[in-house]
């Protein structure tokens, strides 16, 4: 790859990136304010409203969105008559959730075993850092081809919609021929990949009420209805037998006929324990790209510690429901919440609210910026052929622009490959990934403006 100028350009300027990435990793950007300070993310927005600058972006903004966050906004223009691609990251991230389960600080950028581990590494500050050095490599040799559109998200992990209802309002603004959506990631490490589906996604918040206040279990218990018990109640009955996600009224036995996922890579990916079953039925492929997934998120009880011998009378949890393209998300809410309340049991009082959706998204993988891409691919991985997965996470945005500008091509591309844990303690990028799938996007946006 290194014989290719392009290639070595990236490869010169990697060490800048890994410098870059620490600055951006140590704001700890959770659009969460009443857990982390709201500064924190608008120190992040700034740093790349600055770098947007410092490579010449016009119209540079940081976009009061809807939900009370800020998105980054910049505009590059290239030659006259050129084409538009916009290219797509968010600088939000997940909280660090469990400290003391990381090895190395959570928002200190820290290389071990050839991994720069740290919270928004792959997912998704990695991203504003390969559109960087994409365009830095072009501008080194030759130019960019192309007027390129940079938006980076403030909400994305949150799931509140601030940027797509910013883009309904003002529909001007993202217009493209292309979009880069630089939030997937490669099925494995070193194999090219776009991904081409979405799940969508349903957030709820459910409470039960059995009691005006918590009873003693011995004077009480075994005829005083216990809300905790109830909510356990419930919850189970979101899956079958088999663990298969189980809401009346919605589908769940549509199957993936891409590529297939090994189950026994899938136990190693998702590091499941020795002994321990996968839950669900049909491939590994059919449950996690194709069909509606429930996760319960967290639930509200006493812990462990300090907990005293007590009847609950109210409990409550968070639950996600992810679907399939082909299911609207706004009626897999209906279903999820008509699921919850038929099912509580022995008359308790229970309340389901909608905190956050996202719909699902389907790309059309045989568009010519798709042919673009894998030449660009074929030169970025020698010896590889472009991969089409299934993924199944929500990029709510998605399925706005793909409304908003319905002739826009929509690729899927990232450094969220399994090793690299998202969301989950011990984050990490590859730095091989990101310098190849940098030396993509450019040579992307070449192949794009010539065809």
């Not at 081809?145 to 919609?161: C, D, H, M």
């Not at 996600?320 to 393209?325: D, E, G, I």
């Not at 209906?334 to 022995?346: I, V």
């Not at 991969?387 to 929509?410: D, R, V, W």
Request: charged share 20%; aromatic share 6%.
């Amino acid at each position: 790859m290194s014989s290719n100028p392009v290639a070595a350009t990236v490869a010169s300027l990697m060490p800048r990136a890994k410098e870059e990435l620490a600055e951006l990793v140590a704001f700890k950007s959770v659009a969460d304010f009443e857990q982390f300070p709201r500064s924190e993310s608008e120190g992040a927005a700034n740093w790349v409203a600055d770098a947007l600058r410092a490579e010449g972006f016009q119209d540079v903004a940081l976009l009061d969105t809807p939900d009370g966050t800020q998105s980054v906004y910049g505009c590059l223009p290239g030659p006259e008559g050129s084409r538009t691609v916009l290219l797509y990251a968010h600088y939000d991230v997940q909280p660090p959730l469990d400290e003391a389960a990381w090895v190395t600080p959570p928002f200190e950028l820290t290389e071990r075993d050839g991994r720069w581990y740290g919270r928004g590494a792959a997912d998704c500050k990695g991203g504003v850092i390969m559109h960087l050095l994409a365009l830095r490599a072009l501008k080194a040799n030759g130019g960019v081809p192309v007027t390129v559109k940079v938006i980076a998200e403030g909400s994305e992990e949150q799931g509140t919609g601030g940027l797509e209802r910013y883009a309904e309002q003002h529909p001007e603004l993202l217009a493209a021929d292309a979009v880069v959506i630089g939030d997937s990631g490669n099925f494995r490490v070193g194999l090219p990949t776009v991904t081409t589906t979405l799940r969508g996604m349903t957030l709820v918040r459910v409470q039960v009420d059995t009691l005006e206040g918590n009873l003693h279990s011995g004077q009480f218990g075994g005829a005083a209805p216990d809300a905790l018990a109830a909510l356990v109640r419930v919850l189970d009955s979101l899956r079958a037998e088999d663990g298969s996600t189980t809401v009346d009224g919605l589908a769940g036995d549509a199957v993936w006929d891409g590529l297939q996922y090994d189950e026994e890579q899938f136990r190693a990916d998702a590091k499941v324990l020795d002994g321990v079953g996968l839950i669900g039925s049909g491939t590994v492929a059919d449950r996690i790209w194709a069909r509606p997934a429930v996760t319960v998120l967290g639930i509200d009880c006493p812990p462990v510690v300090g907990a005293t011998p007590s009847v609950q009378a109210s409990a409550r949890a968070l639950v996600s429901l992810r679907v399939p393209p082909g299911v609207d998300a706004g009626e897999a809410a209906k279903l999820l919440q008509a699921h919850l309340e038929s099912r509580t049991p022995w008359g308790a009082r229970v309340a389901v609210e909608r905190i956050g959706q996202g719909q699902p998204f389907r790309a059309d993988a045989g568009s010519p910026a798709y042919t673009a891409m894998a030449r660009a691919m074929a030169v970025a991985y020698p010896g590889q052929e472009m991969q089409f997965a299934g993924q199944g996470g929500s990029i709510p945005l998605c399925n706005t622009l793909g409304t908003l500008y319905p002739e826009a091509e929509i690729l899927l591309i990232g450094l969220s490959e399994p090793e690299a844990q998202i969301h989950a303690p011990n984050e990490s990028v590859s730095p091989e990934e990101l310098e190849r799938l940098s030396v993509a996007e450019a040579l992307f946006l070449r192949e794009y403006a010539a065809g």
